[in-house]
């Protein structure tokens, strides 16, 4: 009886009935959404490649929010009306790539490497979507997986949401990065000060490098900051370069008057 099933399982997985048998390591994948945030996810019976809805559960909007690599490789931009709108393909070698869809804006240009915990684009709801979300998919060889995070398998897929959960740590530690919420749309420039606007940073969680100091932003309420911080824009305006703009720490959604922290509480290191 095992020769016969053994039999069976082959000639399903020739006829493509049953996904790819990995034969190269998969990369330790995390969760494609920053550092600290809890999203719920469930899986829908017509989706055919094994893939997961994410939606955040943390009290915080689930548009706006940054979409992260999940692990290195090199990140391709696609549009498909309809279905997937905005999305992304990152190729991470030995068979595996993930699939990121409804994006409502790119992060990377196409073709780009980009490192785990790199923005890749902004949770958005382009294509056929009822509302935003991150479409997420696991490929080996073309073929869908069941979706692992740090190494653990997600299954079995729930059908709704809030009936489970994952929290990230996608971009917690290393990499040079800091994590901020920023409160509004926030123009980037070429320099810690306002002479050459380069493109806008989302509101919602963003990555920052590191801070410097530059011209003061004040509003008429009397708040202000002289910090600027150095980050990657998610538009970039034509013929700007968006990476490792200047954003004011004016923007953070945070702490005080010439304060620069993250998340955390924890200060911006300088540049």
Same mark, same amino acid.
């Given at each position: 009886?095992?020769? #016969?099933?053994l039999?069976?399982? #082959?000639?399903?997985?020739?006829? !493509?009935l049953?996904?790819?048998?990995?034969? &190269?390591?998969?990369p330790?994948?995390?969760?494609?959404?920053?550092?600290?945030?809890?999203?719920?996810?469930?899986?829908?019976?017509?989706?055919?490649?094994?893939?997961?809805?994410?939606?955040?559960?943390?009290?915080?909007?689930? *548009?706006?929010?940054?979409?992260?690599?999940?692990?290195? *490789?090199?990140?391709?931009?696609?549009?498909?009306?309809?279905?997937?709108?905005?999305?992304v393909?990152i190729? &991470?070698?030995? *068979?595996?790539?993930?699939?990121?869809?409804?994006? #409502?804006?790119?992060?990377?240009?196409?073709?780009?490497f980009?490192?785990?915990?790199?923005?890749?684009?902004?949770?958005?709801?382009t294509?056929?979507?009822? !509302?935003?979300?991150?479409?997420?998919?696991?490929?080996?060889?073309?073929?869908?997986?069941?979706?692992?995070?740090? !190494?653990?398998?997600?299954?079995?897929?729930?059908?709704?949401?809030?009936?489970?959960?994952?929290?990230?740590?996608?971009?917690?530690?290393?990499?040079?990065?800091?994590?901020?919420?920023?409160?509004?749309?926030?123009?980037?420039?070429?320099?810690?000060?306002?002479?050459?606007?380069?493109?806008?940073?989302?509101?919602?969680t963003?990555?920052?490098?590191?801070?410097?100091?530059?011209q003061?932003?004040?509003?008429?309420?009397?708040?202000?900051? &002289?910090?600027?911080?150095?980050?990657?824009?998610?538009?970039?305006?034509a013929g700007?370069?968006?990476? *490792?703009? &200047?954003?004011?720490?004016?923007?953070?959604?945070?702490?005080?008057?010439?304060?620069?922290?993250?998340?955390?509480?924890?200060?911006?290191?300088?540049c």
């Open positions: 009886m095992r020769s #016969a099933r039999v069976l399982s #082959a000639v399903a997985l020739l006829l !493509g049953l996904p790819a048998i990995p034969a &190269h390591a998969a330790l994948f995390k969760a494609p959404f920053p550092c600290g945030q809890t999203w719920t996810y469930s899986h829908h019976s017509t989706e055919v490649r094994l893939a997961l809805d994410f939606v955040r559960s943390d009290g915080s909007a689930t *548009g706006g929010t940054p979409v992260l690599a999940s692990a290195s *490789g090199t990140a391709y931009r696609y549009w498909e009306a309809g279905g997937a709108g905005n999305y393909v190729d &991470h070698g030995g *068979g595996w790539k993930t699939y990121y869809f409804h994006l #409502a804006s790119f992060s990377v240009p196409h073709g780009a980009v490192s785990q915990g790199q923005q890749v684009g902004v949770t958005g709801t294509g056929g979507s009822s !509302g935003p979300h991150i479409h997420y998919e696991q490929l080996y060889n073309g073929a869908g997986q069941t979706i692992v995070i740090n !190494g653990q398998s997600l299954a079995p897929y729930p059908p709704y949401y809030n009936q489970r959960y994952l929290t990230s740590d996608n971009g917690c530690s290393g990499g040079g990065r800091s994590w901020v919420d920023t409160f509004a749309d926030a123009t980037g420039y070429a320099e810690p000060n306002t002479a050459d606007a380069q493109g806008v940073l989302k509101a919602g963003n990555y920052v490098y590191c801070k410097v100091w530059g003061e932003i004040r509003d008429g309420s009397g708040n202000y900051n &002289h910090w600027w911080l150095k980050t990657d824009l998610d538009i970039v305006y700007k370069n968006g990476w *490792g703009a &200047h954003v004011s720490a004016y923007y953070l959604s945070r702490w005080g008057n010439d304060e620069a922290k993250d998340n955390n509480g924890a200060v911006i290191p300088d």
